[in-house]
C-alpha cells in the first residue's frame, strides 16, 4: 500500500439538514478527513452544500467533498449518522423513537450492503436508542457503534460551571450522565476543577446545593430553550460530533462522554448511555466507570430503566 492510500481517511456524513451540515462545516473548519461525502434524500441540497463547502479549503485543508449515496460508504472510515426527524418545540426526543426508528432502519441496512466495516457515530434523536438499534440493525461489535449521548449536556453543564466559577470550561471535568434526555443528571459527587472537588470550591464560594440544581436542571431544558427562541440546536452537537470523529481518526485514546455500550459497568447491560469512556482509532476502546455516590446510582438505574422500555417498544412497533 502506498503512502497516499495508508493517509486517507474518509468520513460519510448520512442526513444534511442542520446537524448535518453544520458537523460538515466544523470537520471542513477542522481539516479532518481527506474525504467527505454527503448522503440524504433530498440531492440538489447535498450537491449544493458540497459545492459551498469546498470552497473553504482554500483557508483550512484541501479535502475532496461530494454528493455521494450508500455504495460511498464501502471503503469509508466512519460513517456519522443525523438523518431523522428533527425535535419540534413541546416534543421530547423520546417522541421521536417511532419515527426516527424507521428512517434509521432504512440507513443502516444500505450502508452494512456497502460492505462498510468502520465505526458508526449516531447523533439522531432519541440517540440512546437509536444507537442501540444500529447496534442491532448493523449486526456490527459494540465497540464500532457511538452514540453522541451525553456529549453535548456535558458542554453545557461546563458551560455553565465555568460561568459560575470564572474558569476556563475547559478545566471544569464534570459530567451529565444517563439518557441524553430528560432523565439525565449532573455528576457532582465525582466533579473536579484543577483536581478540587467541585463541591469544595462551590462551598468555599457560597454556591448552594440549589445554585448546582439549578445549573444541572438548566442544562437539561437548555436544548428546549434554544429550540424556542431559534427552532433546532445544531452548532453545539455538530462540534461534539467533530470532536469524537477527531479523536477517531487520530486514534486518540480520547475520554469523552458518549453513549456508549456498557458490560456490566453501573450494573447495566444490552444498553447504550451516557458515560465517560476512551475512543480510539477502534472505536470504544473502554468505559469509564464513574464512582457514582449511591443517590447517582440510582438516578443511573432509573435513566437506564426508562431507555430499555422505549428501545423494547420501539422496536417491538417495527416488526
Same mark, same amino acid.
Given at each position: 500500500?502506498?503512502?497516499?492510500?495508508?493517509?486517507?481517511?474518509?468520513?460519510?456524513?448520512?442526513g444534511?439538514?442542520?446537524?448535518?451540515?453544520?458537523?460538515?462545516?466544523?470537520?471542513?473548519?477542522?481539516?479532518?478527513?481527506?474525504?467527505?461525502?454527503?448522503?440524504?434524500?433530498?440531492?440538489?441540497?447535498?450537491?449544493?452544500?458540497?459545492?459551498?463547502?469546498?470552497?473553504?479549503?482554500?483557508?483550512?485543508?484541501?479535502?475532496?467533498?461530494?454528493?455521494?449515496?450508500y455504495?460511498?460508504?464501502?471503503?469509508?472510515?466512519i460513517?456519522?449518522?443525523?438523518?431523522?426527524?428533527?425535535?419540534?418545540?413541546?416534543?421530547?426526543?423520546?417522541?421521536?423513537?417511532?419515527?426516527?426508528?424507521?428512517?434509521?432502519?432504512?440507513?443502516?441496512?444500505?450502508?452494512?450492503?456497502?460492505?462498510?466495516?468502520?465505526?458508526?457515530?449516531?447523533?439522531?434523536?432519541?440517540?440512546d436508542?437509536?444507537?442501540?438499534?444500529?447496534?442491532?440493525?448493523?449486526?456490527?461489535?459494540?465497540?464500532?457503534?457511538?452514540?453522541?449521548?451525553?456529549?453535548?449536556?456535558?458542554?453545557?453543564?461546563?458551560?455553565?460551571?465555568?460561568?459560575?466559577?470564572n474558569?476556563?470550561?475547559?478545566?471544569?471535568?464534570?459530567?451529565?450522565?444517563?439518557?441524553?434526555?430528560?432523565?439525565?443528571?449532573?455528576?457532582?459527587?465525582?466533579a473536579?476543577?484543577g483536581s478540587?472537588?467541585? @463541591?469544595?470550591? =462551590?462551598?468555599?464560594?457560597? /454556591? %448552594?446545593?440549589d445554585? +448546582? #440544581?439549578?445549573?444541572?436542571?438548566?442544562?437539561?431544558?437548555?436544548?428546549?430553550?434554544?429550540?424556542?427562541?431559534?427552532g433546532?440546536?445544531?452548532?453545539?452537537?455538530?462540534?461534539?460530533?467533530?470532536?469524537?470523529?477527531?479523536?477517531?481518526?487520530r486514534?486518540?485514546?480520547?475520554?469523552?462522554?458518549?453513549?456508549?455500550?456498557?458490560?456490566?459497568?453501573?450494573?447495566?447491560?444490552?444498553?447504550?448511555?451516557?458515560?465517560?469512556?476512551?475512543i480510539?482509532?477502534?472505536?470504544?476502546?473502554?468505559v469509564?466507570?464513574?464512582?457514582?455516590?449511591?443517590?447517582?446510582?440510582?438516578?443511573?438505574? @432509573?435513566?437506564? =430503566?426508562?431507555?430499555?422500555? /422505549? %428501545?423494547?417498544?420501539? +422496536? #417491538?412497533?417495527?416488526?
Amino acid at each position: 500500500m502506498d503512502l497516499t492510500t495508508k493517509n486517507h481517511q474518509k468520513v460519510v456524513l448520512v442526513g444534511d439538514g442542520a446537524v448535518g451540515s453544520s458537523y460538515a462545516y466544523s470537520m471542513m473548519n477542522q481539516g479532518l478527513a481527506e474525504e467527505f461525502v454527503i448522503v440524504d434524500v433530498i440531492k440538489d441540497r447535498t450537491e449544493g452544500d458540497a459545492l459551498d463547502l469546498e470552497d473553504a479549503q482554500v483557508f483550512t485543508a484541501p479535502k475532496k467533498v461530494y454528493s455521494g449515496d450508500y455504495s460511498d460508504c464501502a471503503d469509508a472510515d466512519i460513517v456519522v449518522i443525523t438523518a431523522g426527524a428533527p425535535q419540534k418545540p413541546g416534543e421530547t426526543r423520546l417522541d421521536l423513537v417511532n419515527k426516527n426508528l424507521k428512517i434509521l432502519s432504512s440507513i443502516v441496512k444500505p450502508v452494512v450492503d456497502s460492505g462498510f466495516d468502520g465505526i458508526f457515530v449516531v447523533a439522531a434523536n432519541p440517540v440512546d436508542i437509536l444507537t442501540y438499534a444500529t447496534w442491532k440493525f448493523s449486526g456490527f461489535p459494540k465497540e464500532k457503534v457511538i452514540g453522541s449521548g451525553t456529549s453535548l449536556d456535558t458542554a453545557r453543564l461546563r458551560v455553565a460551571l465555568a460561568k459560575k466559577f470564572n474558569v476556563d470550561p475547559r478545566n471544569v471535568d464534570a459530567y451529565i450522565m444517563g439518557e441524553h434526555g430528560d432523565s439525565e443528571f449532573a455528576a457532582y459527587d465525582e466533579a473536579t476543577i484543577g483536581s478540587k472537588p467541585l @463541591k469544595a470550591i =462551590a462551598k468555599e464560594q457560597g /454556591v %448552594t446545593d440549589d445554585d +448546582l #440544581a439549578k445549573i444541572e436542571d438548566d442544562t437539561r431544558n437548555k436544548a428546549y430553550e434554544i429550540i424556542n427562541k431559534k427552532g433546532a440546536t445544531f452548532y453545539g452537537v455538530a462540534t461534539c460530533l467533530m470532536r469524537i470523529t477527531k479523536a477517531i481518526l487520530r486514534d486518540e485514546n480520547a475520554v469523552l462522554p458518549i453513549g456508549a455500550a456498557l458490560n456490566g459497568e453501573y450494573g447495566l447491560d444490552d444498553i447504550f448511555i451516557g458515560t465517560p469512556a476512551i475512543i480510539n482509532g477502534s472505536g470504544l476502546a473502554g468505559v469509564v466507570e464513574v464512582p457514582l455516590s449511591d443517590k447517582e446510582k440510582d438516578l443511573m438505574a @432509573k435513566s437506564a =430503566a426508562t431507555l430499555k422500555q /422505549v %428501545t423494547k417498544d420501539g +422496536l #417491538a412497533a417495527l416488526k
